[in-house]
């Protein structure tokens, strides 16, 4: 899983899961280039990082901000290698039918049509690069349906089916697409939920426990690296088991 060589866009890179994605990707000996709306922490993250990151304002929705951010990484770094289309916003919690439309647009615009922009914006300097890899976050409600996750569910699905048609679209580029489906992981967005990282914490999956960022970034780290080179159109769960059925409820005596 080298990934020396490599520069990767990674939207919603400021903190939770996408900080935890640059921080593996600069690990693995690549470089990245950070995009969010929240300049202060995302400039905090590529600091940390060194000279192999850089910060640059994103706002995924915007063709013109990515065309900037696809820039960015050209400019700093002399190409663009990977992406990682991680941005997005959570379910509103209520029940399909009371979900209000403008809420509904909102959330299939940033976490579903944001990744087609994304993808479009990126192919051009992909190719001049001679191929690359882009892996889209999805979510375990990409994989099977949630109550109370109406756009949230809807958006995420679509990126799965979407991943696929990039696949078979871009595999004459070199250009692998796949969807990576998280569980219950515990971040800024999850934290008010109430989860607790405690091992029983999250008696859904069958592993009993919620997830921690880093464990989702070397399954990304993996689909970016030449060692995923004959992977594409896949899907990847990464959720402590949650998506293939219920934990057995085991009963002493």
């Keep these: 899983m080298d990934l ?8 919603g890179g400021a903190r939770g899961l996408g900080a935890a994605f640059a921080r593996g990707i600069v690990a693995a000996g690549g470089s990245v280039v950070i995009g969010d709306l929240l300049a202060e922490e995302g400039t905090a993250v590529a600091k940390e990082l060194g000279e192999r990151a850089r910060f640059t304002h994103l706002d995924v929705t915007d063709p013109q901000s990515w065309q ?14 990977g992406l990682v289309n991680n941005a997005g916003v959570t379910a509103s919690g209520v029940p399909m039918v009371e979900e209000p439309l403008e809420t509904f647009q909102r959330v299939i615009q940033v976490n579903l049509v944001s990744v087609q922009i994304g993808i479009s914006a990126v192919v051009p300097a992909m190719r001049t690069a001679g191929g690359g890899s882009i892996v889209n976050i999805s979510s375990a409600a990409g994989l099977v349906g949630l109550a109370h996750t109406g756009a949230y569910g809807a958006a995420k699905w679509g990126v799965r089916g979407l991943s696929k048609v990039a696949a078979i679209e871009l595999a004459g580029d070199r250009i692998r697409v796949n ?5 219950m992981v515990l971040t800024p967005m999850t934290a ?24 989702l970034a070397g399954a990304v780290t993996y689909l970016l690296s030449d060692a995923a080179s004959y992977t594409t159109g896949a899907e990847l769960a990464v959720d402590g088991g949650w998506t293939a059925g219920p934990p057995i409820v085991r009963v002493n005596g």
Aim: proline letters at 12%; glycine letters at 18%; charged letters at 15%.
């Design 4 to 11: 020396s060589g490599k520069v990767v866009l990674v939207t």
């Design 68 to 81: 900037r951010a696809v820039e960015t990484a050209v400019e700093a770094f002399g190409s663009l290698t």
């Design 179 to 183: 969807s990576v489906h998280p569980g």
């Design 192 to 215: 008010p939920t109430g989860i607790s990282p405690a091992d029983g914490g999250f008696p859904n999956a069958p592993l009993g426990r919620v997830g921690d960022p880093g464990e």
